[in-house]
């Protein structure tokens, strides 16, 4: 980070910031839990659908905590424990698209992915897969969380993989609810420049925001934070692309 | 009788199971059989004040941040008109020691809680003492 900005404090308040909530949240609901299972007696089958609708939220809640965690333990890292590795960029959105899509049912957040990423020849950027996993479950999870949040059962989000000309490779998430002023979002993420990462997100979304656009830059790549004319956002992650062979869509 | 306490919150997930425990904990605690205790819920301080507008409440529970604004707008708000001046307002506070609740008295706020820490039989005390 620039103009002498100590990163890892940055990030450490940040990331304080953004897991008070949740914790909270747990809290709230581990009580909530405790006085179910003690009325369980009198209706077991009121308790039952109580209980399990309580532990849905409980692993949501959990899934956001421990991403904050990982992104913090990943970006204040040094450099050079990234390594950087060809990866298959409609592999990786495949793999983080099953993982997160009974989540997203769950929740009632349409989570899609889009077909085009999966032709032969496809897209081979320049990263690190289990960092790049991280950092684009945790953007997807924050949008999840937004669903929940905003009792919005019609949200779509899409995840989609381009190649941005020869030398470049975007993987991009696209949310058609999330109306944000990227515009401090934008800078954070793109020059570094701001001492205190203060960014009017739904749910806290800075911590996340802050921490993928580092480790993102780890690997040579950078975030792009844009709304969508019909609205929406997209939320973008550019890398470098390989000159490897891709051998993923040839197998599909 | 019906009584109505409105708590406000952005986060969606903590103010369904905290209106749902408050809802609880109001049976269990009042001592008045006349009563009956209804909890109304916001995520915004918009949201709160066009439900306030729409019936009377009898007891505001609300948390200090919001996304894009904070309790000052809905305090304010409420400050201006004599019938919304005198619902008790209890605020929800994730850092207990910043806040004066003396500063806050001229709105009509009587009570503080600290999220972390509060327990919802002490939220539920309170409420019945205070309400309209």
Known sequence: MSDGVDFGAVAMSAATRDLVNPLLTLRQLSLQLGEVADLSLNDKQASWREITEIARKINLTTTKTLDISRQLQLSLQSIELIKLEPVQVDGLCVDVYRELSPLGKEFSCNLRLNQR???????????????????????IVDTIFGSVADNDNSRTIEIRSNRLGRAKVELAIIDDKLDANWRSAAAMVSDNKIAQPIVNLPN?????????????HFMGGRMVLRSRRQGGSIIGIVLPSSKQLSLWGDAL | ?????????????????????????????????????????????????????????????????????????????????????????????NQETAIDIGDFQIYGVVAKFDKASFQMDELAQKIIEVAL
Do not use: C
């Open chain 1, 117 to 139: 990423g999966l032709r032969s020849k496809s897209a081979v950027a320049v990263g690190n897969y289990d960092s790049l996993r991280v950092v684009l479950r945790s953007l």
């Open chain 2, 1 to 93: 009788m019906i009584k109505t306490a409105l708590i406000v919150d952005a986060n969606k997930i903590w103010l369904d199971s905290a209106a749902k425990r408050l809802q609880n904990y109001l049976i269990k605690i009042s001592n008045d059989d006349e009563v009956k205790w209804r909890i109304l819920s916001a995520q915004t301080p918009a949201d709160a004040l066009a439900i306030i507008d729409e019936q009377p409440i009898n007891v505001i529970v609300t948390n200090i941040l919001f996304q894009y604004n904070n309790v000052m707008d809905l305090l304010n708000e409420l400050i201006s008109y004599d019938d919304t001046l005198i619902i008790p307002k209890i605020l929800l506070s």
């Open chain 1, 204 to 216: 806290n979304g800075t911590a996340h925001l802050l921490l993928a656009s580092r480790i993102v």
